[in-house]
């Protein structure tokens, strides 16, 4: 029997090599990699520059060495990330919700400045933020919080979309101090805002002096074309937590903060043992400057439009077939009913990839994903799908509340 703790339903493959967007198992066989370990591994596997700056950083001896002394790789990856952001601070932690409690306290913490005593954050239906206490009560998935009341206090839930909701909030609310909100929701089902409502939100932020937070954890990092979200809206936000595919595979979050965000925390307010190690930041600007260097973000753009067409096409006139939506390598194909099982129809296939909100096909390859390549997920995908929805025991189509 297994003694890793029972939290995950895991797949009966494990990976053993990888190169470029190619895994292989144990008994050799290859895959096409659509989903990068959840979107982390922006560059794929076995990239000769992050490999050769992580081995360098571990045969000098210092993996780490502690936030009680300067780190100047720590140093070199908050002045990547100050860049590609536009922000000014960089507070280094090891995770996404690490990230956005961060951001939380942030924002608690500026409101408190601001004289608001019970500061509240407006969040979003859908959205996920993570696991841990603070970052499942910001999160609106019934499903992730079941079982871990009582909830932490101090979030008011609106629907996507819904300008007139916030405005209301705004006239009636005073203890709102910030809003928090996924440009692109990931495990929501692949939601992208629309640009004008980002816009908006960013207006009524302005208007009322709240903090713009956009969780760029999934949706951010070259992933759509842009380094963020937020730069597709033209606008800038106030806090900015990241995780997932920062440190190119090494394990690294980070809440960047700058506009009226900045200079909110001061020695003694925040801190992470881990956070910004010597390993950890070395996969940080080795994974920006190999971005730039191989203009990945332009790669997304076009290999993302070759994936989402494609799938469109291959998939148009398929009953069962919803849609196709996303930007760049952040992909759903959404189902009219649950598809948990094409995962595993995919993976005999030779194709991996996952399904979240139960009914959205989710595609995050790696960024380094050639064109050729993106044609041949999309020729391995499309007859997978079309497999699964000609199945009869799937017919049953669910409700859209489902
Ligand atoms: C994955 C994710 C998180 C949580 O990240 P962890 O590293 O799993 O804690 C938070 N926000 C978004 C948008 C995510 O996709």
Redesign the pocket.
Known sequence: MSHVMNTYARLPVAFVRGEGVWLWDQSGRKYLDGLAG??VNTLGYGHPALSKALNARIASGIVHTSNLFQIPDQEAAADRIAEITGLDEVFFCN??????EAAIKVARLYGHKRGVERPEIIVFEKA????TLA?LSATGSRKVQAGFEPLVSGFVRVPLDDLDAVRSIAAHNKNVVAVLI?PIQ??GGIHVSRMEYLRGLKEICDRNEWLFMA?E???GLGRTGQWFVYQHAGISPDVV?L??GLGGGVAV?ACVTGNRAKGVFSPGKHGSTFGGNPLACTGVVATIDAMKGEKLLDNASTVGRVIREGLAQGLAGTAGFVEVRGMGLMIGVELDRPCGDIVTMALEAGLVLNVTADNVVRLLPPLVMSEAEGRQLVGLLVPVVKAFLARPAAAAPVSKAG
Request: net charge negative; charged share 25%; proline share 4%.
């Open positions: 959840i979107a995770s996404g919700c690490e990230a956005n996920f933020h993570g696991r970052t996924e990931g495990e969780d954890v999934q949706c937590p995780a997932k979050g």
